[in-house]
């Protein structure tokens, strides 16, 4: 099976622009987890959708938002980008919820916000 | 609510052993383990369930003290490869499931 692809890759984006990051899960796997990494504040979970619904989501600001669809690919959208957005945006599927399936990430999106 | 985990850095000689800690201050459902190397997706390595089950990789050895809200993880004859950063992420009971992750312990193993 394929692994956890995640695009773009690298995305440089100025301050007040929206962006949008792209997941494709494992095929079979129902959940995808977005987290947020930066060398300061480690993993930062930002949201978990299961089946083309919202199952959690943890305290971000509301310019961070996201979806899932009926493939189970999955997009997260920033928008008026902040200069402490820039992090690497982390993926992960699992066959259940990540609450407890072990989870698969993605090899991330690195943002940089100028 | 972030678990605490300790230490947060140790070097090892390999063929030695270390013991990593994740402490909670409230009543976990669950403690996730995972290893990510420098420029690379974490990885999977373990999940203890209140209440015994583990889900894991056999070489991977871990316990869970639910009374304490405790886990540790064990890391014995080491290997180069056991080198990264480890982190522990915890479901709490009163929660709605979210996985909370830990600062993570940064492993380096030394020949």
């Known amino acids: 099976k394929a692994g956890v692809t995640q695009t773009p890759r690298y995305l440089i984006k100025t301050r007040g622009q929206q962006v949008t990051l792209s997941c494709s899960p494992i095929?079979?796997?129902?959940?995808v987890s977005w987290y947020q990494q930066t060398p300061g504040q480690g993993l930062q979970f930002l949201f978990e959708?299961?089946?083309?619904?919202?199952?959690n989501k943890g305290n971000f600001p509301g310019r961070f938002s996201g979806r899932q669809f009926s493939n189970s690919r999955s997009e997260m959208n920033v928008s008026t980008l902040e200069l402490g957005d820039s992090a690497l945006y982390l993926c992960?599927?699992?066959?259940?919820?990540?609450?407890?399936?072990?989870?698969?990430f993605g090899p991330g999106t690195r943002l940089t916000v100028l | 609510q972030q678990p605490v985990q300790s230490p947060q850095a140790v070097i090892l000689r390999e063929g030695e052993d270390a013991v990593i800690n994740c402490s909670s201050s409230?009543?976990?459902?669950?403690v996730h383990w995972y290893r990510q190397k420098h420029g690379e997706a974490p990885i999977f390595l373990m999940i203890?369930?209140?209440g015994g089950e583990q889900k894991g990789h056999d070489k991977i050895s871990a316990s869970f003290n639910e009374k304490k809200q405790q886990s540790s993880l064990y890391l014995t004859a080491s290997q180069l490869s056991y080198s990264g950063t480890y982190f522990c992420?915890?479901?709490?009971?009163?929660?709605?499931?979210?996985?909370?992750w830990g600062a993570g312990t940064k492993l380096i193993i030394k020949p």
């Open positions: 992960a599927s699992a066959e259940g919820t990540g609450s407890y399936n072990e989870q698969f």
């Open positions: 095929s079979g796997h129902r959940s």
């Open positions: 959708y299961f089946s083309e619904t919202q199952r």
């Open positions: 409230k009543a976990l459902y669950s």
């Open positions: 203890l369930l209140k």
């Open positions: 992420g915890t479901v709490l009971m009163d929660s709605n499931y979210q996985l909370i």
